[in-house]
Nanobody, 118 residues
Framework: QVQLVESGGGLVQAGGSLRLSCAAS????????MGWFRQAPGKERELVAS????????HDVNSVKGRITISRDNAKNTVYLQMNNLQPKDTAVYYC???????????WGQGTQVSVSS
């Protein structure tokens, strides 16, 4: 069993930055694929970025490429999402997820709100 707790969300102005953190508890964190999803009001949840155990990150939403970086620190059981040049379209609840492989996310955090004002 893995428990995930996100932090770092908040309200920023357009062009600002935030770094989200997701602290994981439980065994085998270093072997899990980790992902960040987001869900905006009235929209479906979408995968923003994911990173495998070997720290190979991918960014799954074209609109965030070049602005968002996913990373992980296995010694701290933590995954991060650095977001720069935030835009109002990035406003959403951001969720951390974990699973045994890409596309196999089984565990979810409670979410953290990111709001970007214009």
């Amino acid at each position: 069993q893995v428990q995930l707790v996100e932090s770092g969300g908040g309200l920023v102005q357009a062009g600002g930055s935030l770094r989200l953190s997701c602290a994981a508890s439980g065994r085998s964190f270093s072997t899990y694929t980790m992902g960040w999803f987001r869900q905006a009001p009235g929209k479906e949840r979408e995968l923003v970025a994911s990173i495998d155990w070997g720290r190979s990150g991918t960014h799954d939403v074209n609109s965030v490429k070049g602005r968002i970086t996913i990373s992980r620190d296995n010694a701290k059981n933590t995954v991060y999402l650095q977001m720069n040049n935030l835009q109002p379209k990035d406003t959403a609840v951001y969720y951390c997820a974990a699973g045994p492989g890409p596309g196999m996310f089984r565990y979810w955090g409670q979410g953290t709100q990111v709001s970007v004002s214009s």
